[in-house]
């Protein structure tokens, strides 16, 4: 199991893992794992991995889902799960938690206008918004009861993307902080309150 990162502190644990796996050598790792729901092998790959190190931080736990399809432990910690291309992460704290990982790519910028207000488009690249998207999607998964409008909901000051920092983020004007980092070309990000 590569975990390519760790970060620990007294509130959180995250995990991230590259899968270089087959998927045989991950099932030969993670037996007794359920991936009957699944029928890719990229998404079997992602369900064993997550759960793999979701074990490694706090063995014999097991993840459930809410109403809103967000995951939740059965020892009442807190958890995030995020996949992008072959990165996958896991965070666990005592605190409610969201974390996300995307690969940094045009995407986020062709379909940036979705997610950001359109007085902020005008200096944007694709390493900014994907982190941006990152940070909206870290927020929306540690609300954990959906319906979200991303564009409204969620207000992100302008501010410098470098490779690790922090941010501060406003959710229906809670006040968030949130920590990323910039992994291979991937961004990491997660908050914890």
């Known amino acids: 199991m590569p975990i390519i990162n760790k970060i620990e502190d007294e509130k959180i644990t995250i995990l991230v893992w590259e899968i270089t796996e087959t998927l045989e050598e991950i099932i030969a790792l993670g037996e007794g794992i359920n991936t009957d729901n699944y029928t890719s092998e990229k998404r079997k790959k992602e369900h064993f991995a997550s759960r793999l190190l979701v074990n490694e931080i706090c063995p014999t736990k097991t993840i459930i889902y809410n109403e809103f399809g967000a995951p939740e432990l059965n020892n009442g910690k807190h958890i995030s799960i995020s996949h992008s291309k072959e990165l996958v992460a896991v965070i666990l704290s005592d605190k409610k938690t969201g974390l996300d990982i995307e690969q940094i790519s ?5 379909i940036a206008s979705k997610f950001v207000s359109a007085r902020n488009l005008i200096k944007l690249n694709k390493e900014k918004a994907t982190l941006i998207w990152c940070i909206k999607e870290a927020i929306y998964k540690w609300h ?32 968030l902080n949130l920590n990323y980092l910039k992994i ?6 997660y908050v914890c309150n």
């Open 144 to 175: 954990q009861k959906g319906k979200v409008d991303f564009k409204k909901d969620i207000i992100i000051p302008d501010f410098f993307a470098k490779k690790h920092g922090s941010v501060t983020a406003y959710f229906r004007e809670k006040k």
């Open 184 to 189: 291979n070309n991937h961004y990491l990000v």
């Open 106 to 110: 045009e995407k986020s910028l062709r």
